[in-house]
């Protein structure tokens, strides 16, 4: 049976949250426009929710004057409030299922990053993420899928994109490497 949380656990948790978001937001601070200055572009590996980023449309106008953006795993389960970030993404993080095995087609095997990738890449074992707010017209495919991983039903699943945003550069995949 599980318990309540006492007061004394609670106030603990609340002083650590506290602490973590403090320290996030003083790291998040090379994310301000004067910072970006010194960056050709920024990663985001693994990140979800909503960070305290000291100037979005700051940091989106940078990506937007000829910069990077990499997203990795969960770049698109961040920021689903903010329609700037989704549309410099071009999809948002709508769910997953279990870890599953998947074929996924090499839709461009002259791009750098999966001209090593042979024509049908197999994942053994990911969480495979399905978007909303995406439009494959809108981005250049360079992994996907044919069949929903859980289902089996035909159509289009993307693994891993690039889109010009301005003159910047947005590279965004999915799966971890098996």
């Not at 839709?107 to 990053?113: E, L, N, R």
Request: aromatic residues 12%; negative net charge.
């Amino acid at each position: 049976m599980k318990r309540d949380a006492t007061d004394e656990e609670k106030a603990a948790h609340k002083t650590a949250e506290t602490a973590w978001e403090d320290t996030l937001k003083i790291a998040l601070e090379k994310l301000s426009p004067e910072s970006l200055k010194n960056y050709d572009g920024v990663v985001f590996a693994s990140t979800t929710g909503d960070l305290p980023i000291p100037d979005k449309q700051g940091f989106l106008d940078w990506i937007k004057a000829g910069h990077a953006f990499i997203g990795i795993h969960s770049a698109t389960d961040t920021f689903h409030g903010w329609p700037g970030y989704i549309d410099m993404l071009g999809g948002e993080f709508k769910g997953h299922g279990a870890q599953v095995s998947v074929d996924c087609i090499n839709a461009d095997p002259s791009h750098p990053a999966t001209a090593q990738l042979p024509k049908v890449w197999t994942i053994q074992q990911e969480e495979i993420y399905q978007f909303k707010n995406y439009d494959p017209a809108k981005v250049h495919d360079l992994l996907w899928m044919e069949k929903h991983p859980a289902t089996g039903e035909p159509g289009h699943y993307a693994v891993s994109w690039c889109k010009d945003y301005g003159t910047g550069k947005v590279f965004l995949h999915f799966a971890r490497p098996s």
